[in-house]
């Protein structure tokens, strides 16, 4: 026990560390009690917080001759929210004789299903090393629960028997082309499982789809990935890395942001350095895979009340290039998943390195946070420079399976009106940053709130 009179009741090994909490109050023990304590790097209380911390009451119950009055759990933002027990006791003992009447009438064999959990969960090698020996269908990338139920139904349970469909068969619920698509996957994956061999293959093409996404490539394009941190409050976008080739050389450009109002700044010079890029080479466009990206920047536009006009210019002109879409729309490929990092084998080596995903590099950084350790910075930036040239690549490496019958992507030509419309913008967000500039003449304490106040009066005038 501690001095503050909190004792460690266990470790789960993920860095997760569970207290309890001597309080006042009559117990077997004396004239106090324990309340139990969790922390979880969560923004906020979840429900599976309370189980947890519901089965703990328990066992303090029998262990102490009481009950705990509260439950508590510390999250990630360094806040401590209480849990009054008298608000989930009969939530907690309902769940809790649906648990033993399920552990009561368990099924003779079960299989386990992928979830969100995976990651974390103490059971996954043994979960994954039952689904290869079965051959199971989750492991055909981009399948859904639904349609394994559906092809299950129709006795088609294994990859090996999905792979080997005959092209007429037909499978209810499930619509002829994506049961093609299904079949074309597992053929393709069950093939490396047999040789070792990578393969691609291109798909039939739809209009506007797959390669005709790709514009021509420009001296000028860009090569675009984002790091961030889920686990500080709000979220912080922490670094905005480019790759562009000059000379013949990939040339890499990091914007760093460590502070919410560091963050504003890193955004903004992405922002300009991206506008500057396209001033300079109109054709250029900026690439990125999946979704990230493009939603970020327009959450932090939203958000900071500025580069409101570039944001708008790149999605109207329809610079930004998704080549996830590229990808999914256009091939298959031999892998378990559709991840850059799945397609890296195609077009580069391995990594090397102590960061190889997303993941790893939200920790890093939250250890950067704690250590301040230039080091640990250097690894992130290594990890995003090898993301952008990743995606370059892999832009190339599209181009050279591209089907030479295909149009190019050619974006949105630029009229008259809108040309009016953007210098209206651009007037707009300058009176925005006046405005704002005038009101934050004030204390530290005021500034937040007369900033929004800025953005308001902005938009009004």
């Known amino acids: 026990?501690?001095?503050?009179?909190?004792?460690?009741?266990?470790?789960?090994?993920?860095?997760?560390?569970?207290?309890?909490?001597?309080?006042?109050?009559?117990?077997?023990?004396?004239?106090?009690?324990?309340?139990?304590?969790?922390?979880?790097?969560?923004?906020?209380?979840?429900?599976?917080?309370?189980?947890?911390?519901?089965?703990?009451?328990?066992?303090?119950?029998?262990?102490?001759?009481?009950?705990?009055?509260?439950?508590?759990?510390?999250?990630?933002?360094?806040?401590?929210?209480?849990?009054?027990?008298?608000?989930?006791h009969y939530y907690l003992a309902g769940a809790k004789r649906r648990f033993e009447s399920f552990v009561d009438n368990l099924p003779s064999k079960t299989v386990g299903q992928p979830c969100?959990?995976?990651?974390?969960?103490?059971?996954?090698?043994?979960?994954?090393?039952?689904?290869?020996?079965?051959?199971?269908?989750?492991?055909?990338a981009r399948i859904t629960g639904g349609q394994i139920e559906k092809l299950n139904a129709a006795g088609i349970t294994t990859v090996a028997e999905l792979g080997a469909l005959a092209a007429a068969t037909r499978v209810r619920g499930i619509q002829p082309a994506t049961l093609e698509r299904l079949r074309g996957q597992a053929r393709l994956q069950n093939l490396k499982r047999q040789d070792g061999e990578v393969r691609w293959e291109i798909l039939t093409p739809d209009a506007g789809k797959g390669f005709e996404r790709l514009p021509q490539p420009d001296l000028g394009d860009l090569f675009f990935d984002m790091e961030g941190d889920p686990l500080i409050n709000?979220?912080?976008?922490?670094?905005?890395?480019?790759?562009?080739?000059?000379?013949?050389?990939?040339?890499?450009?990091?914007?760093?942001?460590?502070?919410?109002?560091?963050?504003?700044?890193?955004?903004?010079?992405?922002?300009?350095?991206?506008?500057?890029?396209?001033?300079?080479?109109?054709?250029?466009?900026?690439?990125?895979?999946?979704a990230y990206e493009e939603t970020a920047i327009k959450r932090l536009a939203m958000a900071h009340g500025t580069r409101e006009v570039e944001v708008d210019n790149l999605l109207r002109g329809k610079k930004l290039v998704d080549l996830y879409k590229v990808v999914r729309e256009g091939i298959q490929i031999s892998e378990p998943g559709y991840s850059i990092k799945n397609l890296e084998v195609f077009?580069?080596?391995?990594?090397?390195?102590?960061?190889?995903?997303?993941?790893?590099?939200?920790?890093?950084?939250?250890?950067?946070?704690?250590?301040?350790?230039?080091?640990?910075?250097?690894?992130?930036?290594?990890?995003?420079?090898?993301?952008?040239?990743?995606?370059l690549k892999l832009r190339d490496w599209l181009l050279i399976l591209r089907p030479t019958h295909l149009s190019w992507f050619a974006g949105n030509a630029p009229d008259v009106e809108e040309a009016e419309r953007t210098v209206d913008r651009h007037a707009a967000e300058q009176r925005m940053v006046a405005t704002i500039a005038e009101l934050m003449k004030c204390s530290e304490a005021e500034q937040s709130f007369r900033e929004l106040v800025g953005q308001l009066l902005a938009r009004v005038s």
């Open 116 to 140: 969100k959990a995976c990651e974390l969960c103490r059971w996954r090698d043994r979960c994954e090393g039952e689904w290869e020996e079965a051959d199971h269908l989750n492991l055909v």
């Open 234 to 290: 709000g979220g912080l976008e922490y670094l905005f890395g480019f790759t562009y080739e000059e000379n013949g050389h990939a040339v890499f450009k990091p914007f760093w942001g460590h502070t919410r109002s560091e963050e504003k700044s890193a955004f903004e010079a992405a922002m300009d350095f991206i506008a500057a890029r396209l001033k300079a080479f109109p054709e250029a466009h900026i690439y990125h895979y999946a």
């Open 347 to 391: 077009y580069m080596p391995p990594r090397e390195g102590e960061v190889s995903n997303a993941a790893e590099s939200v920790v890093m950084y939250e250890h950067w946070r704690k250590l301040q350790d230039p080091e640990l910075l250097a690894k992130i930036e290594d990890y995003n420079r090898v993301d952008c040239i990743s995606t």
């Open 1 to 88: 026990m501690t001095a503050t009179g909190r004792i460690a009741i266990k470790n789960v090994g993920r860095a997760h560390a569970d207290f309890l909490l001597r309080v006042p109050g009559e117990s077997s023990l004396g004239s106090y009690h324990y309340e139990p304590l969790d922390t979880k790097l969560a923004h906020g209380a979840k429900p599976k917080h309370v189980i947890q911390l519901g089965i703990y009451s328990d066992l303090l119950t029998e262990t102490q001759g009481r009950a705990p009055n509260s439950l508590h759990v510390r999250l990630g933002t360094d806040e401590t929210v209480l849990l009054p027990m008298r608000d989930f």
